[in-house]
């Protein structure tokens, strides 16, 4: 149990299709984020919130777009995405934004775009 | 540019031994830094992070020193376990804001029996 949690583990889908990811967590923290990993690169981040509201938007293009209905949860919106989209998408919470304490991670959604 | 960096790709040592995992971060304004742990199909877990006003510190079987001099980053793990297998990512908080971590390549450390 790592406290943040993540549906679905894996997520195929077609260029056209909408889906969404879900992320839940059980820490209590105020912040949350996406990241998205690719292979043989760094960890991007994508969003962040931080008491509910985006704090940080990477240069995301808008066929991602982010939800944060509450401090415990955070959807990321899918639409018309594309082959290179293909990655593990990373939910995370932390208690103070990020600066002094470590970011806690979900296992992730392995999304494949055919 | 990115600014968090690995200086080996791939470790690969003997069960029993120590290892150490290298990290060069090229922000001098970054001033909180955290070691994760990624296992195959799982999200990267964490390890130990530091300050910088500290220049080692220490947990169960795992150390990190900083050299802020250097802007030099490690992870010792004492006495590898086969569940020592994995990939290592050192992060920085780059100082700026609540923008989350800015993270390295990572480090696939193999543990050889």
């Known amino acids: 149990e790592t406290g943040v949690t993540q549906t679905p583990r894996h997520l195929v889908m077609g260029m056209t299709n909408k889906k969404s990811l879900k992320c839940e967590q059980h820490?209590?923290?105020?912040?949350m984020y996406w990241y998205k990993q690719s292979a043989k690169k760094p960890l991007e981040l994508m969003f962040v919130?931080?008491?509910?509201?985006?704090?940080e938007n990477n240069s995301v293009p808008s066929r991602f777009s982010p939800e944060c209905p509450n401090s415990s949860h955070l959807f990321l919106h899918l639409h018309t995405l594309q082959p290179e989209d293909s990655a593990l998408y990373l939910c995370?919470?932390?208690?103070?934004?990020?600066?002094?304490?470590?970011?806690?991670f979900g296992n992730g959604t392995r999304l494949t775009v055919t | 540019g990115e600014s968090v960096g690995l200086h080996l790709p791939t470790l690969s040592v003997q069960e029993g031994d120590n290892s150490i995992i290298n990290c060069a971060y090229s922000?001098?304004?970054?001033?909180?830094f955290i070691w994760y742990k990624q296992e195959s199909g799982k999200g990267p877990q964490f390890i130990i992070d530091i300050r910088s006003n500290m220049d080692k510190r220490q947990g169960q079987r795992v150390t990190v020193l900083l050299n802020k001099t250097v802007k030099h980053l490690s992870l010792q793990i004492a006495a590898t376990q086969p569940g020592d297998s994995a990939v290592y990512f050192c992060a920085e908080n780059s100082g700026g804001g609540a923008d989350g971590l800015t993270f390295g390549k990572g480090t696939h450390l193999i543990i050889q029996p």
């Open positions: 919130y931080s008491l509910e509201e985006r704090v």
């Open positions: 820490l209590g923290h105020n912040a």
């Open positions: 995370a919470s932390s208690q103070d934004g990020g600066q002094s304490s470590p970011l806690h």
């Open positions: 922000n001098s304004a970054s001033d909180y």
